[in-house]
């Protein structure tokens, strides 16, 4: 008789990001168990959505497990939401869902909003590798204990913050990050006062200081990863040739190059022929 648990995920801000499949599915449902009762009914109220709602939030959801699980096995259709974007995402709702799973009970997403992809998808940092870190800790010394962590990290970082602390996070991530680290900020995505810049973290911290109004709303940092050390020594060593190229056969710049890193000859060599082609082209 087991029914189907749905994850669906709701507007971050502006409500025309619900989609269709979402309100079917909450108007259809027999029980939607919500983050915060009283959120959620402003959003079923908005789309005229009837179904009873139950409190599901971190302080209860150990405790209401059991009675939610109960009621899916005998076969009511359940939705799982958060106050805004999708559930689980430094939301409540991986017990409800870890347990839904453990009692063969098929569980549907319903995609929509997600405020880290929102963030990722508009700053222009790479996105083909990224890392949710989620929130950072509000002690200062786990937070950077974490960032100390993250530092050599060559896959983009996404963080979520709160408003009065959003400063001294970016402060700690310029410390142990470095201030030339590209960084995106995305503040009220989807709504009234959304801004999204892409700076470094020393030009952020300014720019947090300057505007206390930047301290406000919800927050995602997208931060760029750290140069790969392999790259950097690339680098070094694509300069190091090219100079010497200028003066010496690539036989004697490979040479040199090789003498002066402890790279070896053949390597150094092939790529002072690649160098000395493009430079030829």
């Given at each position: 008789m087991s029914a189907q648990l749905f994850v669906v995920a709701t507007p971050i801000g502006h409500l025309d990001d619900m989609t269709y499949r979402a309100i079917d599915v909450l108007k259809s449902v027999n029980i939607i168990a919500a983050e915060d009762t009283r959120t959620s009914a402003?959003?079923?109220?908005?789309?005229?959505?009837?179904?009873?709602?139950?409190?599901?939030?971190?302080?209860?959801e150990s405790n209401k497990i059991d009675i939610l699980v109960q009621r899916l096995l005998n076969g009511e259709n359940m939705a799982l939401i958060s106050d805004a974007g999708t559930p689980?995402?430094?939301?409540?709702?991986?017990?409800?869902?870890?347990a839904a799973q453990e009692h063969n009970i098929r569980v549907i997403p319903v995609p929509g909003a997600c405020a880290a992809i929102a963030a990722?998808?508009?700053?222009?940092?790479?996105?083909?590798?990224?890392?949710?870190?989620?929130?950072?800790?509000?002690?200062?010394?786990?937070r950077i204990l974490s960032l100390e962590k993250l530092k050599d990290q060559t896959a983009t970082l996404i963080f979520y913050e709160a408003p009065h602390r959003i400063l001294d996070s970016v402060k700690d991530m310029a410390s142990i990050f470095g201030a030339e680290r590209p960084v995106g900020f995305a503040r009220e995505i989807t709504?009234?006062?959304?801004?999204?810049?892409?700076?470094?973290?020393?030009e952020l911290v300014s720019f947090i200081e300057a505007d206390h109004h930047q301290q406000k709303?919800?927050?995602?940092?997208?931060?760029g990863g750290a140069t790969a050390e392999k790259d950097l020594e690339q680098e070094k060593l694509d300069q190091l040739l090219t100079r010497?190229?200028?003066?010496?056969?690539?036989?004697?710049?490979?040479?040199?190059?090789?003498?002066l890193t402890g790279i070896k000859k053949k390597v150094a060599y092939q790529r002072a022929l690649e160098l000395n082609q493009n430079n030829d082209d």
């Open positions: 402003q959003l079923l109220k908005h789309y005229n959505i009837s179904t009873p709602l139950t409190a599901c939030h971190e302080h209860n689980l995402i430094s939301d409540p709702g991986f017990k409800l869902v870890r990722l998808s508009a700053v222009g940092l790479p996105s083909d590798r990224f890392s949710f870190e989620g929130f950072l800790s509000s002690k200062q010394s786990q709504k009234t006062f959304e801004t999204i810049k892409k700076m470094t973290l020393g709303g919800e927050i995602v940092l997208v931060v010497l190229l200028q003066d010496l056969s690539v036989k004697a710049a490979s040479q040199l190059a090789a003498d």
